[in-house]
Nanobody
């Protein structure tokens, strides 16, 4: 079965950096676009970034452009989100997502808290 396991979240000061990882299993990872979403308390889940199957195409929410970088390692079945210049408004639970064969799959999420 499809499994997505996020890691790398934590507490960081404003201006700091974190790298999130999402380890995937149960499907042919290299064939699918992977997406990071986030959900802040009291807000709807929002798309943060996505990366195409071969990694040639990426796209970002305006709020994170220039600060976050999505990447993938198809040999390790892992997608990453490098987050730099973090702001308090980046505080959220971050989720990994894949859509395949008409279904959508989510990881359990990893908490990112940006606070001094």
């Amino acid at each position: 079965q499809v499994q997505l396991v996020e890691s790398g979240g934590g507490l960081v000061q404003p201006g700091g950096s974190l790298r999130l990882s999402c380890a995937a299993s149960g499907f042919t990872f290299s064939l699918y676009t992977m997406t990071w979403y986030r959900q802040a308390p009291g807000k709807e889940r929002e798309l943060v970034a996505y990366i195409s199957s071969a990694g040639r195409t990426t796209n970002y929410a305006d709020s994170v452009k220039g600060r976050f970088t999505i990447s993938r390692d198809n040999a390790k079945n892992t997608v990453y989100l490098q987050m730099n210049s973090l702001k308090p408004e980046d505080t959220a639970v971050y989720y990994c997502n894949v859509r395949r064969t008409g279904s959508e799959y989510w990881g359990q999420g990893t908490q990112v808290t940006v606070s001094s």
